[in-house]
């Protein structure tokens, strides 16, 4: 079936570094592939999608691009900030608009 | 517009005890699903509905009902609550289409099971 694998792990950087979270996925076709952020003690907010193959999604500095060779779905930001603390996940649609979740990365930016 | 909303937003359950999370949208969204967030497992789909008076399974239905009465609302009912069932549960909602499936998640509810 379905599924999305995120690199293992916390990411801890200092302010201004740059940001990659891998993220792969497995699934039949090429479905739409999301990137949504939970900031402490809220729910998921949409953070950036690419609907086919080849495209880059874009939002607040981040990007992903959809790689069909590699079945990837990166999460890079040039220079992050305190205020990018959150944990991240990978997401891909499924039938129903149904979504099929990577494990997430808890992602903590230090002044 | 408030989105989708969810109460309560934090419960304390005794195990066996039985109770309904709510979820409302007020964005006509035809679509609506329950995921449930674990630390270390993202998250899981437990029901999802595509209009009133459909409901379907997602990957973890056991132990939990839905039901769909209006496009507005989807509760989701615990029928005799367990510790395994403590978590924190989010109510999503989205309309069919390409390019407009962005689902819009509530704030959550946590739940502890004792």
């Known amino acids: 079936g379905d599924s999305v694998t995120q690199m293992e792990g916390p990411v801890t950087l200092s302010e201004e570094a740059f940001l990659t979270i891998n993220c792969t996925y497995t699934?039949?076709?090429?479905?739409?592939l999301f990137w949504y952020v939970q900031y402490p003690g809220e729910g998921l907010q949409l953070l950036l999608k690419?609907?086919?193959?080849?495209d880059k999604g874009s939002n607040k500095g981040f990007e992903a691009t959809y790689r069909k060779e590699t079945t990837s779905f990166h999460l890079e930001k040039g220079s992050v900030q305190v205020s990018d603390s959150a944990v991240y996940f990978c997401?891909?649609?499924?039938?129903?608009?149904?979504?099929?979740f990577g494990k997430g990365n808890q992602v903590v930016v230090i002044p | 517009n408030a989105g989708v909303t969810q109460t309560p937003k934090f419960q304390v359950l005794k195990t066996g005890q039985s109770m309904t999370l709510q979820c409302a949208q007020d964005m006509n969204h035809e679509y609506m699903s329950w995921y449930r967030q674990d630390p270390g497992m993202g998250l899981r789909l437990i029901h999802y509905s595509v209009g009133a008076g459909i409901t379907d399974q997602g990957e973890v239905p056991n132990g939990y009902n839905v039901s769909r009465s209006t496009t507005e609302d989807f509760p989701l009912r615990l029928l005799s609550a367990a510790p395994s069932q403590t978590s924190v549960y989010f109510c999503?909602?989205?309309?069919?289409?390409?390019?407009?499936?962005?689902?819009?998640f509530g704030p959550g509810t946590r739940l502890l099971v004792l």
């Open positions: 690419a609907t086919k193959a080849d």
């Open positions: 997401a891909l649609r499924q039938g129903n608009n149904r979504l099929a």
């Open positions: 999503a909602s989205s309309t069919p289409g390409q390019g407009t499936e962005t689902q819009y």
């Open positions: 699934a039949t076709g090429y479905p739409s």
